[in-house]
């Protein structure tokens, strides 16, 4: 049974909100995904066509609605600026676990947004019962990797060759982390 969509989770921190992504999203998110730097460190390298980036944020609100991931959009509580995303994914309801993800746009790095949202994400994720959570990281990925450690999570290994990106294989950091 899917989840009806008008119920999945708004989270709030102290200067975000964090509401579930909705298609017409792709038109913040594109600025993001277009930008080499952003996706420096992501498994896909930028994307210069807003068609793509709106079936991918489609194929996302569609993960949703079947119940395997939560996708939020972070906005500015302030001025309702959009920052970027943080997500679950891969939730696996069976063993009590699920991946993390997130994204700013650099105008919203050093700010400690990502840490915000995530500590909203970690908090909502305990409340639902998840008991473990993980995440990837590019090797060279200093900020991601100091951010997923404030947090608490733990280098578990090293995935070889795990990602194929623009014909080169890269190594990614495995990271856990208890609840």
Known sequence: MSPDPSLLPILETQRLRLRPLV????RHIFPLMADAE????????EIDDP???GNLVEGQVEEMASGQAIYWAMHALGDDRFIGTCDLSEIDRRHHRAE?????GRDAWGQGYALEAMQAVLAYAAASGLRRLLARSHLGNRRSDALLERLGFVEEGMLRGHVLRDGERRDCRLFGLLL
Do not use: K
């Not at 298609?23 to 792709?26: G, K, V």
């Not at 993390?100 to 700013?104: A, E, H, K, N, T």
């Open 23 to 26: 298609a017409a999203d792709s």
């Open 51 to 53: 068609d793509v980036i």
């Open 100 to 104: 993390v993800g997130f994204m700013l």
């Open 38 to 45: 952003v996706m420096a460190f992501w498994d896909i390298g």
